[in-house]
């Protein structure tokens, strides 16, 4: 028998495929009521002269442009495998998710050079119309929120819409807030002011996108996953000696992979238990780190000093 083994508990199927594919129609709901809402508040912000107003027009047509572009890598990445692309094109999602953290971040730069320009002399702003618009936006968003409230802790995509929505609802209210002192005031630099801070709830959300979307590029241990743990639940299983080389990583969301080194006794070798010693790991892991994707190498006591430095 040979001395090392190499064993998976299966990729993902198509079917399951990544997390924001389970929450396709939910998206494309969302979808439609932000694009009708960019065209209300478009309107509204030129009738009115509110740079707020044609601020969170603008933020949602971003996000309109992220949303689209997360159902078509959630439709690409359900390709299956293939020679060339060993594990499909799951990886399309995080990529998306990338240019919605750029497409967040550039829009808050466009609101805050706005805003800029607009302080030294402020237009006047129409109200009626101004709060109007917030407030149709205000419950477009709130519905598209509890669409998405549920998919945004599975997928990266359906966050970066959820975390994009919620940056909207909170633009409306400002808005909303913004005319409200207008018409008790008349300080018409509260609609810049409104602008500015819908560009400072813009940028800390891209980041925290963005920082997700590297942490999968940069092949970051997953959150949840412990190593520390996993090694102590590998060295549990009967018949381990030591495990070395162990990695996991992100392929995309929802699909978390391990692999590891595993070195076993002589007697796990010499008596065939090899299998049942992979299916325990398999099983262990899957059960308390929620990893369906291991492979492990089974390697005889001593095999370690043949191998490179860099596997140690």
Not at 72 to 78: D, Q, T, Y
Not at 97 to 114: C, D
Not at 181 to 192: H, M, N, P, Q, S
């Given at each position: 028998?040979?001395?090392?083994?190499?064993?998976?508990?299966?990729?993902?199927?198509?079917?399951?495929?990544?997390?924001?594919?389970?929450?396709?129609?939910?998206?494309?709901?969302?979808?439609?009521?932000?694009?009708?809402?960019?065209?209300?508040?478009?309107?509204?912000?030129?009738?009115?002269?509110?740079?707020?107003?044609?601020?969170?027009?603008?933020?949602?047509?971003?996000?309109?442009?992220?949303?689209?572009?997360?159902?078509?890598?959630?439709?690409?990445?359900?390709?299956?495998?293939?020679?060339?692309?060993?594990?499909?094109?799951?990886?399309?999602?995080?990529?998306?998710?990338?240019?919605?953290?750029?497409?967040?971040?550039?829009?808050?730069?466009?609101?805050?050079?706005?805003?800029?320009?607009?302080?030294?002399?402020?237009?006047?702003?129409?109200?009626?119309?101004?709060?109007?618009?917030?407030?149709?936006?205000?419950?477009?968003?709130?519905?598209?929120?509890?669409?998405?409230?549920?998919?945004?802790?599975?997928?990266?995509?359906?966050?970066?819409?959820?975390?994009?929505?919620?940056?909207?609802?909170?633009?409306?209210?400002?808005?909303?807030?913004?005319?409200?002192?207008?018409?008790?005031?008349?300080?018409?630099?509260?609609?810049?002011?409104?602008?500015?801070?819908?560009?400072?709830?813009?940028?800390?959300?891209?980041?925290?996108?963005?920082?997700?979307?590297?942490d999968v590029l940069l092949e970051a241990?997953?959150?949840?996953?412990?190593?520390?743990?996993?090694?102590?639940?590998?060295?549990?299983?009967?018949?381990?000696?030591?495990?070395?080389?162990?990695?996991?990583?992100?392929?995309?969301?929802?699909?978390?992979?391990?692999?590891?080194?595993?070195?076993?006794?002589?007697?796990?070798?010499?008596?065939?238990?090899?299998?049942?010693?992979?299916?325990?790991?398999?099983?262990?892991?899957?059960?308390?780190?929620?990893?369906?994707?291991?492979?492990?190498?089974?390697?005889?006591?001593?095999?370690?000093?043949?191998?490179?430095?860099?596997?140690?």
């Amino acid at each position: 028998m040979s001395g090392a083994h190499s064993h998976s508990h299966g990729l993902p199927s198509a079917a399951a495929g990544p997390a924001s594919a389970r929450h396709r129609r939910r998206m494309l709901l969302v979808l439609g009521i932000t694009l009708s809402v960019v065209g209300v508040q478009v309107v509204g912000g030129l009738l009115s002269g509110s740079l707020a107003l044609l601020a969170d027009a603008g933020h949602m047509l971003t996000d309109a442009a992220g949303v689209g572009i997360a159902l078509l890598a959630s439709h690409i990445a359900m390709r299956p495998p293939t020679d060339a692309r060993s594990y499909g094109w799951q990886r399309a999602e995080i990529l998306a998710a990338l240019a919605n953290a750029l497409l967040l971040a550039g829009i808050a730069v466009w609101v805050l050079v706005q805003a800029a320009g607009r302080w030294e002399d402020p237009p006047e702003v129409s109200t009626g119309i101004m709060l109007a618009a917030a407030v149709v936006g205000a419950v477009a968003n709130g519905a598209s929120l509890l669409l998405l409230r549920g998919g945004q802790a599975e997928s990266l995509n359906v966050r970066g819409a959820y975390l994009e929505v919620l940056g909207d609802l909170l633009g409306s209210l400002a808005v909303i807030v913004a005319g409200v002192v207008i018409v008790l005031t008349g300080y018409a630099r509260a609609d810049v002011i409104a602008s500015v801070v819908i560009g400072l709830m813009i940028l800390p959300r891209a980041w925290s996108l963005l920082r997700d979307v590297l942490d999968v590029l940069l092949e970051a241990t997953p959150r949840g996953v412990d190593m520390d743990e996993v090694r102590a639940h590998i060295l549990e299983v009967p018949g381990v000696e030591d495990v070395h080389d162990l990695h996991a990583w992100t392929i995309t969301s929802g699909v978390p992979v391990l692999s590891a080194h595993v070195v076993v006794d002589d007697d796990c070798l010499a008596r065939g238990r090899s299998g049942e010693v992979l299916d325990q790991l398999g099983a262990c892991l899957t059960g308390h780190f929620d990893v369906d994707h291991c492979t492990f190498q089974l390697e005889p006591v001593g095999h370690r000093e043949h191998e490179p430095a860099h596997h140690r």
